[in-house]
Each structure stands twice: as structure tokens, then as C-alpha cells.
């Protein structure tokens, strides 16, 4: 069965700093990863995803996520972090197999971005 | 594009009543999926369709949850009768195998927040 863990409920960052927010994924074969940011009382937006090629992400609102097939990760930076940040993240995975179709989700990591 | 579209946004009801929670999917979007998030457990598929057939409904939790997908830009999750842990926010959400190069996020609904008395 397919997992992913998020280890870090809480991350807190001062306005301005890089940020990290760290996944680990157990998945059977080549992995299709996502990154899922949830604003209050709103659904799941779609901020990046890791199909194949190269390992560095580039997605929306200036976040990237960094595929490492060693150490089975997929963690998401921010060179330069807003308030306008803040919020839950979710990281998620699907086998190759399934494609995009089933995804398993991590239990989310609130990210607070501090002035 | 209107995005996925959820009803009712909010819903109050009492243990033993019949729920029932709406969902249209984005147009040309053929697989949809429903999801429930609650603090415990985080965000778990229930059941996801495609082409308006139930492929995987095994995580739908008791036979008290039912499912249907009368067309392609209909859903409805049922609860009967409900009960006070059926309490969490239901995501309603939809991809297509061809958008954007065939391998795809899912776009997700707003929710559906119910509270079961």
C-alpha cells in the first residue's frame, strides 16, 4: 500500500526567509507526486506535480518542489516566503500504474509565515 | 470555467437523518472523486467514478454511504441514516486524462461542511 508521510505539523518561518516544507513518499514503482495548498474554508488547490524528467518542480506562486528518488522525498521550498503563504499543505502520491487517477495524501503541514 | 461546483456548502442534521451532497464536476472532466477530511484521519478517498462507473469504492466506510453518477456532470454522496462521527468536510473533486498532457491534478470543489447532531 501507498503512503505519505508529512513529519512536521507546524512550520513557522519569518516573512522573507526560505522555506521547507518536507514529504516522504512509500510508493510502488515511479511515483506521480503532488503538492496541494488548502486555504481556510476552501478546497484544494493544485500547486505542483512531479510526473517524470527533471527533478527540480517549478509550479505556482513561485514554489518548487525537489524529487529525491533515494531518499524517496518530495519537498516543497519557497526561496522567499509571503504571509500570504500561510496555510495547509498537503503533499500526495500515486503509482505510475494508477496514474493520477488515485491519489494518497499526507496528514498536511500548516505553514505560518510570520511579518 | 466555473470550477467544481458543491451543494450545499453547509449542512445541520440530526443523528438517523438522510444526507445527501451534490457535486458537478468541470465540463470534458471524466473521472470524479469523492473525498472526506477530518482532523483524525486528514483527507480520504471515498469512491471515485469514470466515465460515470464506480471504479474503486473501497473506501467508502459502511453501507450507511452510497454513491451515484447519473451523468457526466452529476454526483451525489448519500449518507442514511447519519450519524454524529459522519461529521468532516466532503470534497468533491475531477480530472481528465487528456488535460494538460495526460497525466493531471485533480481540481477540488470547495466542500461541503456537515455537522451531524
Known amino acids: 500500500a501507498q503512503s505519505v508521510a508529512q513529519p512536521e505539523d507546524q512550520v513557522n518561518v519569518a516573512e522573507g526567509n526560505p522555506l521547507t516544507v518536507k514529504c516522504t513518499y512509500s510508493?510502488?514503482?515511479?511515483?506521480?507526486l503532488f503538492w496541494y495548498v488548502q486555504y481556510p474554508n476552501r478546497g484544494l488547490q493544485f500547486l505542483l506535480k512531479?510526473?517524470?524528467?527533471?527533478?527540480l518542480v517549478k509550479g505556482s506562486y513561485g514554489f518548487e518542489a525537489e524529487f529525491n528518488k533515494s531518499q524517496t522525498s518530495f519537498h516543497l521550498k519557497k526561496p522567499s516566503a509571503l504571509v500570504s503563504d500561510s496555510a495547509l499543505y498537503f503533499c500526495?502520491?500515486?503509482?505510475?500504474?494508477?496514474?493520477?487517477?488515485?491519489?494518497?495524501f499526507g496528514k498536511g503541514t500548516k505553514l505560518s509565515v510570520i511579518p | 470555467d466555473a470550477g467544481v461546483i458543491q451543494s450545499p456548502r453547509h449542512e445541520v442534521t440530526e443523528m438517523g437523518q438522510e444526507v445527501t451532497l451534490r457535486c458537478k464536476p468541470i465540463?470534458?472532466?471524466?473521472?470524479l472523486f469523492w473525498y472526506r477530511q477530518t482532523m483524525m484521519r486528514g483527507l480520504e478517498l471515498l469512491i471515485y467514478?469514470?466515465?460515470?462507473?464506480?471504479?474503486?469504492d473501497s473506501g467508502m466506510p459502511e453501507d450507511r454511504f452510497s454513491a451515484k453518477m447519473p451523468n457526466a456532470s452529476f454526483s451525489t454522496l448519500k449518507i442514511q441514516p447519519s450519524e454524529p462521527r459522519d461529521s468532516a468536510v466532503y470534497f468533491c473533486?475531477?480530472?481528465?486524462?487528456?488535460?494538460?498532457?495526460?497525466?493531471?491534478?485533480?481540481?477540488f470543489g470547495p466542500g461541503t461542511r456537515l455537522t451531524v447532531l
Open positions: 473533486a475531477s480530472t481528465s486524462r487528456w488535460e494538460r498532457g495526460g497525466r493531471d491534478e485533480q481540481f
Open positions: 510508493v510502488s514503482g515511479n511515483p506521480y
Open positions: 512531479y510526473i517524470t524528467g527533471d527533478n
Open positions: 500526495a502520491a500515486s503509482a505510475s500504474g494508477a496514474g493520477s487517477y488515485q491519489l494518497t
Open positions: 465540463s470534458g472532466h471524466d473521472y
Open positions: 467514478f469514470n466515465n460515470n462507473v464506480p471504479i474503486d
